[in-house]
C-alpha cells in the first residue's frame, strides 16, 4: 500500500447519522411549547390518526368502508375536524404557564366541546343541503353547536398560531355583523344576522369546510404520510451523504453540501422549520469547520432549508391550498414551481461559491467524505420511489393517489432491503402519533382560515375591493404589484405562508387578475413574498432556528440570511413580467427556459457584486476605491439582463437584455483590469 492510500485508510471519515432519527412533528408554524401526551391519551391519537387515514384512503379510492352508505364530501370533512381538531387543546397548551405533564380540565373541556360540536354539525350538514340551511333557517340546535365551534376554532388558532394570527383572523369572521357600516368604506359589503353568519359559516362550502380544509383531505394528508414515511425510513441521512459524496470537494463544499441536502430532504418534507432542525445539526457544524463563521452557516442553512415549500414535487400545504383556489390539479403547482425554485438554489450555490473564493475557503478532503457509490447502494430505493411519485403526478395526473402508492412502495422496499431501518409494531405507532401532531396543528390553522374566506365570500365584498385598489393604483401593475409584495411581507411577519397567502388570495389577487396578469404567476407571486418572512427579520423563524444550532446572534443571523437570500426578493417578479417562468403562455417550454438561462446569467453578477467576488474576474477588492461602484452596477447589470421583456414591461426582451449587457460589459472590463494589475503588482512585489 502507498503512503497516500495508507494515509486516506487512517483518515476518519464523517459519520453522518440519519437526522431524523428523533423526529418531532413537521410543523407548519413556529410552535416550541408543547406537550407530549403520554399514556391513553397517546394512544387516542395514535387511533383517530390511524382513522383519519383510513378514511382518506376509503374517500379517495372510493372503496365503500361504509356499507351501503355514501359519505358527502361534507360530512367527510367533519368527520376529519371531529377525529384531529380537539386534539389541538390537549397538546397546544393555552398559557406560557400551563402544565406540560398534565392535562388541565379546562382543556378536556374543550377536547369534549369540539368532538361534540363536530359530531353533532357532521350529523346536519346533509340536511343543511338539502334544505338550504347555510343561507337561512337552521334549527337552533344547529346553530348553538355551530357557535361553539366558531369559539374553538378561534382558540385553536391563538394555540397554533399565536395571538397575531387569531388578531388578524377574528375581526374578519364577525365581519359580516356590520358588513353595512359606513365608516368601513370599500370594505362594506351584504350584512348577516348572527345566525345567519354562524350557519354559513359552519354549514356551507365556502368557509369551514371551504378551500384549506379540503386541500388538508383531498392531497395533504397523503403527502404528510409519504414524507413522515421517508423520513423514518431513513432517507435523511441517504440524502444527507449523497449531498456530502457529490459536492463536499468544491471550494466552500460544506456551504453546497447544505444547500444540495436541505433541497432534497425540502422537496420531500415541505416544512421550512423541520428542514433547519434537522439537516442543520449535520450540515452546520461541518460549514463552521470549513472556515464559515457561525452567523453566515445559520444563514446559508436557514435560506436553503425556506427552499423547502418552493421545491416541487412535495412543497408546503400552501400549495396545496393554491390547487384549491386556482381549481387546477396540485401537479400543475408543482411543474409551475420548477423554475423558480431552480433559479432560487442556482442563486444560493452562486453566493455560496463567490463568498468561498473571496475568502478562500477550501472543499472538504475526499477521504473524509462517504463514498458516493456506497451511499447509492445502501439507498437505491428511495430514486425507485421518488421516481413513481413524480410519474404519477405529472404523467398520470393522479395527485390524491401518488403519496398512497409511493408510500406502500416504500415500506415493502425498506422491510425487504433494509435491516437497519425496519419497521416493527413501535415504529408504526411513532408514525401515527408523528403524524397525527402534524394533522392537528395544520387542521387548527387551516379550519379557522377558512372562516376567512367565507366573511368574504357571504358579503360579496372582493369584487369592488378589487377595484378599489386598482383604482387606488390607477390600473399600474408595477405599483400594485409592490403593494401586493410589502403587504405579504408585512402580514408574512405575524402569520404562517398558508394563512398570509389565503388572505391575499382573497383581497389582492383578484385586482392583479383583472390587470391581465397569468392566475398561476399571480397566486405563485403571493406565496413567495409571504413566505420570504421565514428569513426577514425580525421574525425570520427559519434564521432563529439555524442561529440556535450555529450559536450566533439570532438577528445578525437574520440579517445575514436576507444578504444571502436576496435573490429569492427578485424571482417572484421575474415569473408576473413573464409567465413563461412558471411554464404558463403559448410556448412556455422554450421560451420559459430561455428567460431562465438569462436570469440564470444575471444571477452570476447580481451574486457577484453582492459578495465582492465576480467568477471570471476575481476578488473585486482588487479593483481598489472602485470596488464599491463597480460591486453596484454588477448587481444592477445582472438585475437588469435577468429581467424578462415584453408584456406589461414597456421594452421588448431584446432592448432590456442590451440594457443590461450595456452595463455589465464595461464594468467588467473595468474590474478585470483593475483586478488584474492588482494582482500584477502584488506578484512584482513578492519577487526579491
Excluded at 379550519?447 to 393604483?473: E, P, Q, W
Excluded at 398561476?520 to 432563529?544: D, E, K, Q, R
Amino acid at each position: 500500500m502507498s503512503a497516500s492510500d495508507s494515509a486516506a485508510a487512517t483518515t476518519k471519515r464523517i459519520e453522518f447519522e440519519d437526522p431524523h432519527a428523533g423526529i418531532g412533528n413537521l410543523q407548519e408554524a413556529e410552535v416550541t411549547r408543547v406537550r407530549v401526551l403520554q399514556g391513553g391519551w397517546r394512544w387516542a391519537l395514535v387511533v383517530a390518526t390511524a382513522a383519519t387515514i383510513l378514511l382518506c384512503i376509503n374517500q379517495q379510492f372510493s372503496l365503500r368502508f361504509f356499507v351501503d352508505y355514501t359519505q358527502l364530501n361534507t360530512e367527510y370533512f367533519y368527520l376529519l375536524i371531529a377525529l384531529m381538531l380537539p386534539f389541538t387543546f390537549l397538546i397546544f397548551p393555552g398559557t406560557e404557564t400551563a402544565p406540560l405533564d398534565r392535562i388541565p380540565w379546562y382543556d378536556l373541556l374543550l377536547f369534549v366541546a369540539t368532538f361534540a360540536a363536530s359530531i353533532w354539525l357532521m350529523l346536519n350538514v346533509r340536511k343543511a343541503a338539502q334544505f338550504g340551511w347555510e343561507s337561512d333557517g337552521a334549527p337552533q340546535n344547529v346553530i348553538a353547536a355551530g357557535l361553539v365551534m366558531w369559539f374553538v376554532l378561534m382558540e385553536a388558532l391563538r394555540r397554533t398560531g399565536g395571538w397575531s394570527l387569531l388578531l388578524s383572523v377574528l375581526p374578519f369572521t364577525v365581519y359580516p355583523l356590520f358588513a353595512e357600516a359606513s365608516w368601513l368604506g370599500p370594505f362594506r359589503g351584504s350584512q348577516l344576522t348572527l345566525d345567519q353568519t354562524t350557519a354559513y359559516h359552519v354549514l356551507s362550502g365556502e368557509s369551514l369546510l371551504g378551500i384549506p380544509i379540503q386541500a388538508f383531505a383531498d392531497t395533504v394528508i397523503g403527502f404528510l404520510v409519504f414524507g413522515t414515511a421517508l423520513m423514518m425510513t431513513g432517507a435523511g441521512k441517504f440524502f444527507i451523504n449523497i449531498a456530502f459524496a457529490m459536492c463536499g470537494t468544491f471550494r466552500g463544499g460544506a456551504a453546497k453540501v447544505c444547500i444540495f441536502a436541505s433541497g432534497l430532504l425540502g422537496m420531500m418534507s415541505g416544512s421550512i422549520i423541520s428542514n433547519v432542525l434537522t439537516a442543520g445539526t449535520m450540515t452546520i457544524p461541518v460549514m463552521k469547520k470549513s472556515g464559515f463563521r457561525a452567523s453566515y452557516a445559520g444563514a446559508i442553512e436557514a435560506c436553503a432549508s425556506t427552499g423547502a415549500v418552493l421545491a416541487p414535487p412535495v412543497m408546503g400545504a400552501t400549495a396545496f391550498v393554491i390547487a384549491q383556489f386556482l381549481n387546477v390539479s396540485y401537479a400543475d403547482v408543482a411543474i409551475a414551481a420548477i423554475i423558480p425554485a431552480a433559479l432560487y438554489y442556482v442563486g444560493l450555490f452562486m453566493q455560496v461559491d463567490s463568498y468561498a473564493a473571496r475568502h478562500g475557503l477550501k472543499g472538504i478532503p475526499r477521504s473524509e467524505l462517504p463514498k458516493i457509490w456506497d451511499t447509492i447502494k445502501a439507498g437505491w430505493y428511495y430514486v425507485f420511489v421518488i421516481a413513481l411519485l413524480v410519474v404519477m403526478l405529472l404523467y398520470f395526473k393522479r395527485e390524491s393517489h401518488a403519496p398512497f402508492y409511493a408510500t406502500a412502495l416504500l415500506l415493502v422496499l425498506n422491510q425487504l432491503f433494509s435491516k437497519d431501518t425496519r419497521w416493527t409494531l413501535s415504529t408504526i405507532s411513532k408514525f401515527l402519533e408523528v403524524n397525527g401532531r402534524t394533522f392537528v396543528e395544520l387542521v387548527g390553522i387551516l379550519a379557522g382560515c377558512g372562516l376567512l374566506i367565507g366573511a368574504f365570500s357571504m358579503t360579496g365584498v372582493v369584487s369592488s375591493l378589487a377595484n378599489d385598489l386598482l383604482a387606488i393604483a390607477g390600473d399600474n401593475a408595477f405599483l400594485l404589484l409592490g403593494m401586493c409584495a410589502f403587504t405579504s411581507l408585512i402580514l408574512g411577519l405575524g402569520l404562517t405562508t398558508t394563512a398570509c397567502y389565503i388572505f391575499l388570495a382573497i383581497l389582492v389577487a383578484p385586482a392583479l387578475e383583472k390587470l391581465g396578469l397569468n392566475r398561476m404567476a399571480v397566486h405563485m407571486f403571493i406565496f413567495y413574498w409571504g413566505m420570504l418572512s421565514s428569513i426577514t427579520p425580525p421574525v425570520a423563524i427559519a434564521s432563529f432556528a439555524a442561529a440556535g444550532i450555529a450559536g450566533s446572534p439570532a438577528m445578525k443571523t437574520g440579517w445575514e440570511s436576507m444578504w444571502v437570500g436576496s435573490i429569492i426578493y427578485f424571482i417572484p417578479f421575474f415569473f408576473v413580467l413573464n409567465p413563461a417562468l412558471v411554464l404558463q403562455g403559448d410556448n412556455p417550454y422554450l421560451e420559459g427556459l430561455g428567460l431562465m438561462g438569462l436570469a440564470a446569467f444575471g444571477t452570476l453578477f447580481i451574486c457577484g457584486g453582492i459578495q465582492g467576488y465576480q467568477a471570471f474576474v476575481g476578488d473585486l477588492r482588487g479593483a481598489g476605491a472602485l470596488e464599491w461602484p463597480l460591486r453596484v452596477l454588477l448587481v444592477i447589470g445582472g438585475f437588469v439582463v435577468a429581467t424578462p421583456g415584453g408584456g406589461i414591461m414597456p421594452l421588448s426582451q431584446i432592448q432590456v437584455t442590451s440594457l443590461g449587457l450595456a452595463i455589465l460589459v464595461p464594468t467588467v472590463l473595468i474590474a478585470l483590469l483593475l483586478v488584474r494589475r492588482q494582482s500584477l503588482v502584488a506578484n512584482q512585489l513578492r519577487v526579491p
